[in-house]
Structure formats: C-alpha cells, structure tokens
T-cell receptor
Framework: GQNIDQPTEMTATEGAIVQINCTYQ??????LFWYQQHAGEAPTFLSY????GLEEKGRFSSFLSRSKGYSYLLLKELQMKDSASYLC???????????FGSGTRLQVQP | ETGVTQTPRHLVMGMTNKKSLKCEQH?????MYWYKQSAKKPLELMFV???????ENNSVPSRFSPECPNSSHLFLHLHTLQPEDSALYLC????????????????FGPGTRLTVL
C-alpha cells in the first residue's frame, strides 16, 4: 500500500523562506513529484526527485531522502502569487499513475 | 495552458441526468487519466488509459463510465450520480515508456467542477 502525509495548512510572510514536508510509505518507490495548484486551476509540475539529494530550480528546491521516506519543497523569496496548494505525489513501480497526498495549502501574507 | 483541455468547466446535474465530461490533450502523449478531487482529500485516481486501452480501474462505481476513442481524447460518461459524487474531476496525460519503470510527469487539465443535486 501507499501512504503520504503532508501538513494541511501553512502560513508564511512575503519575502521569507518556507519548507513544506512530505513523508511517504510506498512499496516499489520510483520517484517523488511536487505539484502546485492554485484554487480552481490545474495542478502544475514543479519538481521530480528520484535520487537522494537536492534539486534546485530557481526559487524552488526539492529534497529527497529515500532511506527516510522523506521529501521537502523549499520556497525562497516568497511572493503573494505563491499562495496555493502544494501536492506531494509518489510514483511506484508497476503503477502507471501517481499517488497524491492531501496537499498543503500555503498562505503568503504581506 | 498545459496542453490539456477539459469541457465543460462547470456542470450541475440532477441524480437522474446523463452527462459526459470531455478531455483533449494536444501533447502527443500515449496515456490519459481521470482523477477525482474532493475537498480536503487527496487526488483519487479513477481510470488510466494507455494506448487507448484501459489499464487501470480503481474500484470506481459503474455510474462512471470512461471512453477513450483515440490517444488524444478521453470521456467520462456520468449517469444516476449521487450528491457525494460532487467534486472536481481532473484529466491528465503523460508519455509512458512501455516496458520500463521510467515515469514521466503528468500534465493536468483545468478540471470540471461537478455538482450533483
């Protein structure tokens, strides 16, 4: 089976840094995705990690530890437009679709 | 714009109605998916089509009936739905590499907000 946990809601200040954690228990783990979803819109791809370590892409970075079943998404220099839900999703061997966590709703305040 | 379109964007229907949701992808992908997103719950996979063949069906009630006439189009036919079926229905596509464990990202459409009265 698969189980994915991430905080329900987070609040941060414009210009600050925020870290959104995700823990997972998955048999046949084959990679972890982060998606961003603004209210009423489609989820959009942010990052993909399959090996341990940090992947940096502009203001966003994603980290993975396969041995700990743990990932985080790091958002730097927060902007108001970063207010959205952030979805952690896991890929597993033998499954063609992703398994999603419930999402973390981030509110960026002035 | 992700290259995946869905119509209609909003749908209100009674429990005795029959309606269909449409998804079209313009990315040349070979796999398409239906997900259900309810408030404060994870995205739930409903169906997966790969090369127009249904390869996964996640114990979805028979009142939901998918159809994939070609690799670019995916439908979800709805009949005799229940109020608890009210949710956001998301379509996605990806380029699956058959015979390997390689996985490519899924591109999502904007969804259809369904309300069942």
């Amino acid at each position: 089976g698969q189980n994915i946990d991430q905080p329900t809601e987070m609040t941060a200040t414009e210009g600050a840094i925020v870290q959104i954690n995700c823990t997972y228990q998955t048999s046949g783990f084959n990679g972890l995705f982060w998606y961003q979803q603004h209210a009423g819109e489609a989820p959009t791809f942010l990052s993909y990690n399959v090996l341990d370590g940090l992947e940096e892409k502009g203001r966003f970075s994603s980290f993975l530890s396969r041995s700990k079943g743990y990932s985080y998404l790091l958002l730097k220099e927060l902007q108001m437009k970063d207010s959205a839900s952030y979805l952690c999703a896991v890929s597993a061997r033998g499954r063609r679709a992703l398994t999603f966590g419930s999402g973390t709703r981030l509110q960026v305040q002035p | 714009e992700t290259g995946v379109t869905q119509t209609p964007r909003h749908l209100v229907m009674g429990m005795t109605n029959k309606k269909s949701l449409k998804c079209e992808q313009h990315l040349g992908h070979n796999a398409m998916y239906w997900y259900k997103q309810s408030a404060k719950k994870p995205l739930e996979l409903m169906f997966v089509y790969s090369l127009e063949e249904r390869v996964e069906n996640n114990s979805v009630p028979s009142r939901f009936s998918p159809e994939c006439p070609n690799s670019s189009h995916l439908f979800l036919h709805l009949h005799t739905l229940q109020p608890e079926d009210s949710a956001l229905y998301l379509c996605a596509s990806s380029q699956a590499i058959h015979g390997t464990d390689s996985y490519n990202e899924q591109f999502f459409g904007p969804g259809t907000r369904l309300t069942v009265l």
